[in-house]
């Protein structure tokens, strides 16, 4: 491990005046040493926020399966063989029921996820109606539906959602590895659509598909120079998923995982950083390593869209254990 000493001469800023982030200052951070950089990533996460509140989304996909992208790490392409059942979109009625059991399970944001390249104007119909019920039943509502045009985000914000989620994933120099059947200029044109219709910006990506420090270092420094960042910065760990062109690559060390949260928590100081798919395979311990590095977010609930997260049960476990409590109690 390097030892070389790097300087932060960085002024604190808000999100109207963001910093600029080379790749080589984000590989910069990840090369320090482990207690400086988590020394560093907790300065900053106290500075902005309660280093012991979490905030907790639930996830409900609400149409599975048979998307016509072909994203390696995805159980839902059409392209490969995941064994992972194709469904029609479900009805309002089930949609409520799974936020009304968030709600009382604790969570403060009900985020609905669609395996689709990008929705229909039929699909639009019933998600607005979705949008607009969920809010109604008191919680943040969150989308992620694939590709958006003017419109589409226009009507989204009108129905009133609250966050669109649009992951970046990668660096765009690793993106083609990926997937084949868009560019990362599509993803970005997306984010720009939610941003301008008014609504927040939720856009992270996933660690751990094969890609080099320095991608990694680039899909942080993509994040960070968006202006202004997002307001919610999902980190996923690759779920390996049988049948999918990514199934056996190879673990990354969890505490390169650990070092990502908290490159992303010190170049986007007042971003909600969502420690997300992945937990399911983490220890307590990483998990604790995580927020200590200033992740405050997660998916909340047994069920991801198509694979497992950690359970409710054991969730509250560990927020206790940590003396940690949910961001819905309002402290
Ligand atoms: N189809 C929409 C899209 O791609 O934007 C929305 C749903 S898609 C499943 C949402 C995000 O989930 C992806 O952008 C990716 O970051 C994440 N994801 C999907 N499969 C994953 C996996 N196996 N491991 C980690 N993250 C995954
Ligand atoms: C995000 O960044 N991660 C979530 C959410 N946004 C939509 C999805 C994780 C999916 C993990 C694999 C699955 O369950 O299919
Ligand atoms: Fe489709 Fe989204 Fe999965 Fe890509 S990540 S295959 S767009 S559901």
Redesign the pocket.
Known sequence: MQTKTVEFARPAQSQTTPQRWSVAEVEALFKLPFSDLMYRAQQVHREHFDPNAVQLST?LSIKTGGCAEDCGY???SSYHSAGVENTKMLELDEVLKAAKAAKQAGAGRF?M?AAWREPSREDMTAVLDMVKEVRALGLETCA?LGMLNDEQAGQLRDAGLDYY?H?LDTAPEFYGNIISTRDYQDRIDTLERVRNAGMHVCS?GIIGMGESLTQRAGLIAQLANMDPYPESV?I?NL?KVEGTPLADTEDIDPLDFVRTIAAARITMPQAFVRL??GRGEMSDAVQALCFLAGANSI?YGDQ????GNPAVERDRALMDKLGMHPLTDNH
């Open positions: 996830l995805c159980s839902q985020c996820g992620t989620n992951n992270g999902p996923n779920v997300s798919a998916f991801l869209l198509t694979t």
